[in-house]
């Protein structure tokens, strides 16, 4: 984990309780489990989350986490290994350098990702997905700390309860003894604080291209390996070029604004990083078939 210093942050009410985003509360993190009428607890606990797909085990902060440690995002296998990952539309200008930006489908809706990999297992980056790279998404960067929806007003903390496979150092504490969050623990929350902000307009943007018919498939089928492996993608979409001098389109540009021409500009580009994400994918095949040298 990065143990970089950071700016103080504003204090936040986290329901009753005083949540110091520095790394500070008053009384220890207690929240009350949120009731949805006719919701199975599973159910409700994917209701409230933006991207269950990006989780494998939420559960809620509570005081009771005193002795759970967090280390850094590349020490977990979802964020070496995840090949589509969410995110939001401030993100696309930077990541753009990096990966193609697109939409995959879920459940019938269309989600804003960006394509980290075209191989099965997550591996071939075509950079070591580290917070240092830049190259990795803000829900990715805040992990295990979890985006949920914000129910009444009363914003609480989840955490995806899962094993760091490959720790590069002992972690930071989630909860300090005084039930304060640690440094890394308050820094991955700014994060998901961050990308609350951003998410509802991002939804809103990605409804208005798919409503206006301005989003398109964008099937992928590569020959990627030395034994005829291939990669392909029949679930993702991308914004017509064709579409981006229409009526449609100027009327979005209207509505959202600058922010909106800024990243529909960097989505189109970031469609040619594509071929890095093939050379990576046959570099990583070819190195995993190589024979190990003789001693």
């Known amino acids: 984990m990065s143990r970089g210093s950071s700016s103080a942050i504003k204090s936040t009410e986290i329901g009753s309780t005083r949540l110091d985003?520095?790394?500070?509360?008053?009384?220890?993190?207690l929240f009350s489990m949120l009731r949805i009428p006719g919701l199975g607890r599973a159910q409700a606990v994917h209701a409230m989350i933006y991207?269950?797909?990006l989780h494998d085990c939420p559960r809620r902060l509570t005081s009771g986490w005193g002795h759970s440690r967090i280390f850094a995002p590349e020490a977990y296998e979802r964020v070496r290994n995840?090949?589509?990952?969410?995110?939001?539309h401030g993100e696309a200008l930077t990541l753009a350098a990096w990966f193609p930006i697109?939409?995959?489908m879920w459940d019938g809706r269309p989600v804003l990702c960006v394509l980290r990999s075209l191989l099965p297992d997550g591996t071939g980056h075509p950079v070591r997905p580290s917070s240092a790279s830049g190259a990795l998404p803000a829900a990715l960067r805040a992990?295990?700390?979890?985006?949920?929806?914000?129910?009444?007003?009363?914003?609480?903390?989840?955490i995806d309860d899962v094993v760091a496979d490959q720790p590069t150092d002992i972690g930071a504490p989630l909860l300090m003894s005084d039930g304060r969050l640690s440094r890394g623990a308050a820094q991955r929350v700014h994060t998901v604080m961050m990308l609350r902000r951003s998410i509802d307009r991002t939804e809103s943007l990605t409804d208005a291209l798919h409503g206006a018919g301005l989003l398109e498939p964008w099937p992928l089928d590569f020959e990627v390996g030395p034994a005829g492996q291939r990669?392909?993608?029949?679930?993702?979409?991308?914004?017509?070029?064709?579409?981006l001098a229409s009526t449609a389109a100027i009327q979005l540009l209207r509505t959202f604004g600058a922010d909106a021409a800024t990243f529909l500009t960097a989505h189109r580009i970031s469609l040619f990083r594509i071929a890095v994400l093939i050379q990576a994918a046959?570099?990583?095949?070819?190195?995993a078939r190589a024979p190990e040298p003789v001693a």
Request: hydrophobic share 45%; proline share 9%; net charge positive.
């Open 51 to 53: 991207w269950p797909d």
């Open 82 to 88: 995840r090949q589509l990952v969410p995110i939001v």
């Open 102 to 104: 697109c939409w995959q």
């Open 143 to 158: 992990f295990p700390v979890i985006l949920n929806r914000v129910a009444d007003d009363a914003p609480e903390i989840w």
């Open 21 to 29: 985003m520095s790394g500070g509360a008053e009384r220890p993190l």
């Open 231 to 243: 990669a392909r993608f029949d679930d993702l979409r991308v914004v017509r070029a064709s579409a």
């Open 282 to 287: 046959r570099a990583q095949l070819k190195s």
